[in-house]
């Protein structure tokens, strides 16, 4: 960490950086977890793999979200570290028997599975009490930018049998599924625990939680979802009918939609040609996403001065090199940029608070993994917005 600022403007008078840095807004992610915990009915665990660092670890768990879907010996120790409280549940449905084993000994109880062959691993080894938290896969085109039900989870009759088997174990599991990642349509969540509810029936299992996963959106540039306030009263109707009849409780594990807009990158221009830039972060940084989401993540950006003050000229199409040399180092659309903009020029791009440090490599000894704490909320980007 490098230090905290009242603005991008002070950090950059200040600090001139030279490397990316990845700018997190504490108060933002606060403002988040607070509308996930007042809207969501149930409980909300944070997904930490969009973002483990300790400033985003603590400022979720000091409003409220102190439970944690972690899926590697690395994330059990951030939690660890971050929030020595911290409740953790291992959902990723395929564990090695020594992180289970390392996972019991960190108190971990909740354990995802899709498969018998995993349940009977998770049984063997993580201990009396564990609980395996039976994943159902859900069918493609509900919605969502990335499905997630291609790799992970089981169709309905595997579902079933999975479930059964947990009970001759003299177990008593749970179930989870996840929607998809930045999921448009809240008719996927109520889908899900339909599905999921219709196929307990059929399995002839009673359970006590559900875990509905992520998938809540980021607002990104054009992004076509209704707000969050809609997607909880969707998932509250479905929960009234399908699952407390049943006795069922919620919980909800967003990455994205909590973390998204707790940060950003602010990236320098290296070198300015007739049509295009060269950044000293892409698609192998701390931009990675945007190579996957391409226009579907399209991402709100702003240009500031070497002083830190925005440039807001006309704005004319630039093609955005990163720094390595690999030729496919581009960000796969045109940025709208002032037509002065120059080298030594910051280009800040908003809602990476989710899946942006995290997915960087260090590729051509290129690094970003910076970080920066700033105080006042994202402004300014160049294009308006629908
Ligand atoms: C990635 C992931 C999440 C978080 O998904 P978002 O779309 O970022 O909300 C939650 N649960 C599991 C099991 C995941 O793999």
Not at 47 to 70: M, Q, S, T, W, Y
Not at 167 to 185: A, I, K, N, Y
Not at 251 to 275: F, N, Y
Not at 302 to 324: H, I, K, N, S
Request: with cysteine; net charge negative.
């Amino acid at each position: 960490m490098i230090g905290r600022f009242k603005t991008v403007a002070e950090l950059v008078g200040q600090t001139a950086p030279d490397m990316p840095l990845h700018v997190l807004r504490p108060h933002r992610l606060a403002a988040m977890a607070r509308s996930f915990t007042a809207g969501f009915p149930g409980d909300v665990l944070y997904a930490v793999k969009c973002n483990a660092h300790p400033l985003v670890l603590r400022a979720l768990a000091a409003e409220g979200i102190r439970h944690f879907d972690v899926a590697s010996p690395m994330e059990i120790a951030r939690v660890q570290e971050a929030v020595p409280d911290g409740v953790m549940y291992y959902h990723h449905p395929a564990k090695s028997p020594s992180q289970i084993q390392l996972a019991r000994r960190a108190g971990i109880r909740h354990y995802a599975v899709d498969c018998v062959e995993e349940l009977e691993k998770v049984a063997e080894h993580g201990g009396d009490d564990v609980v395996p938290m039976v994943r159902l896969a859900i069918p493609k085109g509900t919605g969502a930018v990335y499905d997630l039900s291609t790799k992970f989870g089981a169709a309905p009759e595997s579902f079933a049998a999975v479930l059964r088997r947990a009970e001759q174990l003299g177990l008593r599991p749970g179930v989870t599924f996840h929607v998809g990642s930045q999921c448009l349509d809240p008719e996927a969540f109520r889908l899900g625990i339909r599905l999921a509810c219709e196929s307990l029936d059929l399995a002839g299992v009673a359970v006590s939680t559900m875990d509905i996963g992520g998938g809540f959106p980021a607002y990104y540039r054009g992004t076509q979802a209704p707000p969050l306030a809609t997607f909880f009263a969707v998932i509250d109707e479905a929960r009234r009918q399908w699952a407390e009849p049943r006795g069922i409780r919620l919980l909800c594990e967003p990455g994205r939609g909590l973390a998204a807009e707790g940060g950003s990158v602010l990236t320098r221009v290296i070198l300015k040609k007739p049509d295009s830039i060269y950044l000293n972060d892409g698609i192998f940084g701390g931009l990675t996403e945007v190579y996957w989401g391409k226009d579907d993540l399209s991402l709100p950006y702003r240009v500031l001065r070497d002083d830190g003050q925005l440039r807001q000229g006309a704005v004319r199409d630039f093609t955005a090199y990163g720094p390595t040399c690999d030729g496919n180092d581009k960000l796969p659309y045109a940025l709208h940029l002032p037509d002065d903009v120059q080298a030594g020029d910051y280009v800040e791009f908003n809602l990476l608070g989710a899946y942006g440090r995290e997915m960087a490599a260090r590729y051509n000894g290129m690094q970003s993994d910076q970080v920066a704490v700033v105080e006042a909320d994202f402004a300014g980007h160049m294009t308006a917005e629908a």
